[in-house]
């Protein structure tokens, strides 16, 4: 007979996976170690296979386990996603939206939606990833983020997420205000000086990759920094040189300790992309959040 997996089972192994421990799952799901430990054994028993290695601190998942992991939060989420759908086709507007967005999308796109979407709808939780699309496929994959806006360079994930092109930004070379290469005219004249990046894991800086090793002169790129704010701090109080969003130029929060060098090389437009899952359905909330993306997009992008 096959063993059926139950729900209960499943919430047990993705909290205790998500922890790494029985004691922190326990405390999450306000349920018993002796009770979620159980809950993992017959889950063990019935798919044959074991799950979860103990560590001295904690436990980990097995290959098997990391395997189950996949699927196993999916499931969560789609069930979450599905509960949540019919209490919006009944009227009661609530649920939880979760967003993933490029750091310079969070600056710029982000804040008059959500404003608005929070007015329209405040019992809606909504919660957002910031970050580049490298650090999000797992949880697009897993259903633990509804959708993405994020630039996006042709790889690997084509066949499993449906890209929408949104709006494309132009990006600039930048240094703190009053650098001594301020009058620079060309990336040439720029040699000299330490430069910093984002991670060139991000979709537009493997562009910039590219536009570089076609040169025979390149920035020497010391610093690579994991997250976008980082770069923009060390580049407005330092000497670093960095290509970021034209936009910083005229951001209230930043752009007086920021200054464009106005180089003769053109540099390539990071195009930005709606990214869902290609067998997701969103809830009719999800789908109006993204529709009121799509219209911002449209208002602050026309080309």
């Given at each position: ?40 054994k017959e889950l063990e028993e ?62 710029t796109l982000m804040p008059p ?179 009121q993306f799509r219209r911002q ?7």
């Amino acid at each position: 007979m096959t063993f059926q997996v139950k729900i209960h089972q499943i919430r047990a192994f993705v909290e205790v996976a998500r922890q790494g421990s029985i004691r922190g799952a326990s405390r999450i799901l306000q349920l018993s170690q002796p009770a979620l430990t159980k809950s993992i054994k017959e889950l063990e028993e019935g798919v044959s296979a074991q799950l979860f290695v103990r560590r001295s601190k904690g436990v980990a998942l097995t290959e098997c386990g990391e395997s189950f992991y996949q699927h196993a939060s999916l499931i969560l989420e789609e069930l979450r996603a599905a509960q949540e759908e019919i209490l919006q086709r009944q009227g009661r507007l609530t649920g939880q939206i979760n967003v993933g967005l490029g750091a310079s999308v969070a600056r710029t796109l982000m804040p008059p939606v959500i404003t608005r979407f929070h007015q329209q709808h405040p019992q809606v939780k909504v919660r957002i990833m910031e970050g580049q699309l490298v650090s999000m496929i797992n949880e697009l994959r897993q259903g633990e983020l509804d959708f993405t806006i994020n630039s996006y360079y042709k790889g690997p994930y084509d066949h499993e997420f449906t890209f929408e092109k949104l709006f494309e930004k132009s990006f600039a070379v930048f240094a703190r205000t009053g650098h001594p290469a301020r009058e620079a005219k060309t990336i040439s004249d720029l040699l000299q000086y330490n430069w910093t990046m984002p991670t060139p894991r991000g979709s537009y800086y493997k562009q910039l990759e590219e536009l570089f090793s076609d040169r025979s002169q390149i920035p020497n790129i010391g610093v690579v920094c994991e997250t976008f704010s980082s770069c923009i701090s060390l580049v407005a109080q330092s000497d670093f040189l960095s290509i970021l969003p034209e936009e910083l130029g005229t951001d209230r929060l930043i752009s007086h300790r920021l200054e464009i060098i106005p180089i003769a090389e053109p540099l390539p437009k990071a195009a930005y992309y709606l990214i869902q899952r290609r067998d997701s359905q969103q809830t009719p909330l999800t789908a109006s959040l993204i529709t009121q993306f799509r219209r911002q997009s449209q208002q602050l992008f026309r080309n």
